[in-house]
């Protein structure tokens, strides 16, 4: 692939990753202004391609503009990969982000179209999360850093800052969906809580491991940082958002300081993740096993 294509399929996946934000955005603005069942048709609303912008109308209007956009500019960066990137697994990667954006397109139509909104509603919003960190994936993979050749670090903690990191990630995925079902009424605030603990633990934990072992590393360094400010900002919208909430529980419209937290603290919930999956693929490409761990593993499997 020449640089420039390189450069250019970059900036694109980060365009899309980017957009794909601004769709995340405006979904939780149909939830958190109880804009769901705005629109009782699907694809069309209320039978035209532009129905009256009025009320709750708007929010779910904006948000099926945004996921076309969104699924045409995947449409086009899976196109690309599959045109000119080498590497199979990026190839593959791209299609997996086009599946995903259909997955969620049918997911929809079952909201609209068949009901059960607790849990499709659920599962909609689980799945936009994968899809959000397929696209941030994307964007790193197709980075001029990551097809550059260096020598891997020896990671010698146990366990590997790699394995911490990719738990972290999976543990914060559950809890993003554990919230999304707090918020579509699955089920109660409890799990989300516990599962605000084990986040804590988990992304401190690897932080520190990060910290000890490989402060002096930028690329890592960086990540750990983008992943504590993106938490730390986190944790304080929970709380506002818990107080919005609170204070809005008998109001007959969602007001103000209740759309602007809860709305924050879907996004900046989903930066969290996509600073875990970056950290994770950071560790990934950057560290490996010490000698003495493999050769312990090799010493171990040639016993049993």
Avoid at 132 to 139: D, P, Y
Avoid at 218 to 244: C, D, K, M, N
Wanted: hydrophobic share 55%.
């Amino acid at each position: 692939m020449s640089s420039a294509r390189n450069h250019g399929l970059h900036r694109f996946a980060i365009f899309t990753a980017g957009c794909t934000v601004l769709l995340l955005t405006a979904g939780a603005l149909v939830t958190s202004n109880d804009a769901a069942d705005s629109v009782p048709d699907w694809p069309l609303a209320y039978g035209k391609l532009i129905p009256p912008l009025v009320g709750g109308i708007r929010y779910e209007f904006a948000h099926r503009v945004a996921a076309a956009l969104v699924a045409i500019l995947t449409t086009l960066l899976a196109i690309w990969l599959a045109r000119v990137e080498k590497r199979s697994i990026v190839r593959k990667l791209g299609w997996t982000a086009l599946g995903l954006v259909i997955v969620q397109a049918l997911l929809g139509a079952t909201r609209v179209l068949l009901g059960h909104a607790a849990i499709v509603a659920t599962i909609h919003a689980a799945v936009a999360q994968i899809f959000f960190i397929t696209t941030v994936s994307l964007a790193v993979l197709t980075s001029p850093w990551s097809s550059q050749e260096r020598p891997p670090i020896e990671d010698s903690g146990a366990p590997r800052l790699t394995t911490l990191a990719f738990i972290t990630t999976v543990i914060i995925l559950v809890q993003l969906v554990l919230g999304a079902g707090f918020r579509h009424g699955a089920f109660g605030i409890l799990p989300h809580l516990i599962g605000a603990v084990a986040v804590a633990g988990s992304v401190i934990w690897t932080g520190r491991a990060a910290k000890k072992r490989f402060g002096d590393v930028p690329q890592i360094r960086e990540s750990v940082i983008w992943l504590h400010a993106t938490f730390g900002t986190q944790l304080l919208l929970g709380f506002a958002a818990y107080w919005a909430v609170a204070k809005a529980i008998n109001d007959a419209q969602p007001s103000v300081p209740y759309v602007i937290f809860t709305v924050a603290h879907v996004i900046v919930g989903a930066l969290v993740l996509a600073a875990s999956v970056i950290l994770a693929m950071v560790c990934s490409r950057t560290l490996r096993p010490s000698r003495a761990i493999q050769v312990s593993s090799s010493a171990q499997g040639a016993t049993v």
